[in-house]
């Protein structure tokens, strides 16, 4: 078995965020009834996330304003016009914020992206107001990163 690193290519086509939606986000995490479980669950879908290139852990990919270091990869799939989305943290529960984060814009198209309204997204699972406001920021600044790209995308 090979031990080699993987590649952008590889992470872009693992299919997480597209086989998870915000729906089924919403309802698993209303099913917990303590805040105890619900980081648990966040912290299981990071562990969900395809390994990211370590080649790729550069300064131009780095989230300006995370407390944690965060990676974000963006393209665009040119025959479908879908964006895709690869990220990393060195923090497990920034790793799951993230995957939280993928549900709703990995594999949908930059329109789609710009229209989704996030902040009641994460109104409805209750997400910000059980976040440190530092970590509150550095997920806004993941969101703002992900629409930035899908603006530039649509031109």
Known sequence: MSTSEPTAEAVFNNPFGTRITPDE???TISFFDDWEERYRYIIDLGKQLPEFPQSLKNEELLVRGCQSQVWLLAREDQPNSI??????SDALIVRGLAAI???????KSSRDILAFDIEHYFDQIDLLKHLSPTRGN???SMVKKIQ????????
């Open 138 to 140: 550095g997920l806004r």
């Open 148 to 155: 930035l790209h899908a603006e530039n995308m649509s031109r």
């Open 83 to 88: 964006v895709q989305l690869a990220v990393d």
């Open 101 to 107: 984060v993928l549900a709703a814009y990995n594999g």
């Open 25 to 27: 986000v919403i309802d």
